[in-house]
């Protein structure tokens, strides 16, 4: 069993950053791919960014640039740094690990840009 809280959602400006945060636990914890998802009211959900074991990220074209995705392995942690904010990023945003035991998901946690 693998359990992800998620945290750093907010109301912001449209220009501003947040940071989420994304902490995974579980017995022999060991993620072959940790991502960020996100959705919108009447949307799909979509891929957000996602980081694999060995390093290499990868990003939707909407928040290249913009976002980054990184991770701290000793504790567990995976993080979603979001710069120069729009209203179009307005979503819940959900955390997601890959692992020998399968996928699991977080709970979500509410982003809002507006002014």
């Known amino acids: 069993q693998v359990q992800l809280v998620e945290s750093g959602g907010g109301l912001v400006q449209p220009g501003g950053s947040l940071r989420l945060s994304c902490v995974a636990s579980g017995s022999s914890f060991s993620p072959t791919l940790m991502g960020w998802y996100r959705q919108a009211p009447g949307n799909q959900r979509e891929l957000v960014a996602t980081?694999?074991?060995?390093?290499?990220?990868n990003y939707a074209d909407s928040v290249k640039g913009r976002f980054t995705i990184s991770r701290d392995s000793a504790k567990n942690t995976v993080y979603l740094q979001m710069n120069s904010l729009k209203p179009e990023d307005t979503a819940v945003y959900y955390c997601?690990?890959?692992?020998?035991?399968?996928?699991?998901w977080g709970q979500g946690t509410q982003v809002t840009v507006s002014s």
């Open positions: 980081i694999q074991s060995g390093g290499t990220t």
């Open positions: 997601s690990v890959v692992t020998a035991l399968g996928r699991f």
